[in-house]
């Protein structure tokens, strides 16, 4: 967890679901507990707890200092009442109403449900877990069905249609395999996920890289956008760039872009 602070990540995950034996889940909890207190000055520390199907789930966010965290990662979202369970356990153990969630939808209910999860108070984004998903459904995570395909474009989908941050894609698990790492990315950011949930340090300037505006699309929305000011003044709401028919959505696009960038128009 110290070194996950230190990785370069936008956020930090401290695990306390699949990666715990249940016989240490005590022992996890404590030392969870201790890294928030420690760390969380440090970095933007979320902590992945149980899903709301038992009683763990109450337990972890008990647990937990939660005026020192930036939010919780709740996995096995199957419906919108799991997100209610969960922001009643926060707000009975002093919890703020507004601390984010990060639902991980990965179980054929959480795909149907979808856009109820994400349409739920407090969602920051939502995130894939293709493994447990795939489980779910019977098939290789890796093995182009057209239902995994169909579950990904479900969340993205969803996500825009709730105005939520764009989703995370599942962990890369080959860790020493970088270069597929890099193509994974490149897919998952051409399908609409704005990020990508990791499991290696070494894995973060790669997807950090792959998920950042190019050179060249910096230099590209940033002639749109002044293009189109100067369409405004000129009484032009559609127009000619460099061949190309230039719209609002095509504006839209690149605002985004510079936005994602840091960039002010």
Known sequence: ???????????????LEDSVPPERLAEARRTVAAAVVELAADASVYVRIHSAAGR??????????L??????VV????????????????????????????????????VVNVGLIASSPGILCLALGRFDLSADLGIDPDGGSPALSAARAAVVLHS????????LDSPWLRIKDLDALREAANRARSDGFGGMLLIHPSHVPIVNDVFSPTAEEIAWATDIVASAHQAAADGRGVYARDGAMVDEAIVRRARAILAHNGDAE
């Open 160 to 167: 825009a249609a709730a105005g939520l941050h764009p989703p």
């Open 75 to 110: 996995p096995k979202v199957a419906s919108a009442d799991d997100i209610a369970r969960c922001r009643a356990a926060i707000g009975n153990n002093g919890g703020r109403d507004e601390l984010p969630l990060i639902p991980i939808i990965e179980s054929a209910a959480g």
């Open 67 to 72: 005026d020192r965290i930036s939010g919780i």
């Open 56 to 65: 763990d789930m109450a337990e972890d966010v008990q647990s937990l200092a």
């Open 1 to 15: 967890m110290r070194k996950a602070v230190t990785s370069g990540a936008d956020l930090c995950v401290f695990d």
